[in-house]
């Protein structure tokens, strides 16, 4: 069995998550769902989430295809990495918060040895999670 983790927010979950999400998948047997934690999220992207952790988790959990989703860590944000120990860690195409050189140099000094991808973008100019964020704040005035 091939472990494929994946990392993410998902405060507003949209086609282009699935789609990232899907594309992991497809590299193995077993996908491993990270949903980052409230604080990590505040603490990286400097603003909270619109929705807290327990409702992101179980909207990633209601994907059919997610065999297992948990949240992240809150103190050592890779400790669910070698919890788990993936074979292949995906990373979405736009996930700026983490370095794909800078993981894999972590990964190293743990002595893990998951292959790290990025996937491709599915239709960015529309399933952006900032995108819609905005347009939905903007409609509610």
């Keep these: 069995m091939k472990k494929i983790m994946a990392f993410g927010s998902f405060d507003v979950l949209h086609k282009g998550h699935e789609h990232y999400l899907k594309e992991a998948k497809s590299y193995g047997s077993y996908l491993i769902v990270v949903v980052a934690r409230d604080d990590n999220i505040l603490k990286f992207k400097g603003s909270k989430p619109m929705h ?22 809150k103190k050592d944000i890779l400790g669910v990495i ?12 736009d996930q700026k918060t983490i370095d794909k050189n800078a993981l894999i140099n972590e990964l190293n000094k743990r002595n893990l040895h998951a292959k790290v991808v990025r996937t491709k973008p599915y239709k960015e100019k529309i399933y952006k999670s900032s995108m819609i964020k905005h347009h939905f704040l903007a409609n509610l005035g």
């Design 52 to 73: 807290d952790e327990n409702y992101r988790l179980k909207q990633i959990k209601n994907l059919k295809f997610v065999d297992k989703a948990i949240l992240g860590n």
């Design 82 to 93: 070698e919890d788990h120990k993936p074979d292949i860690i995906c990373l979405g195409y």
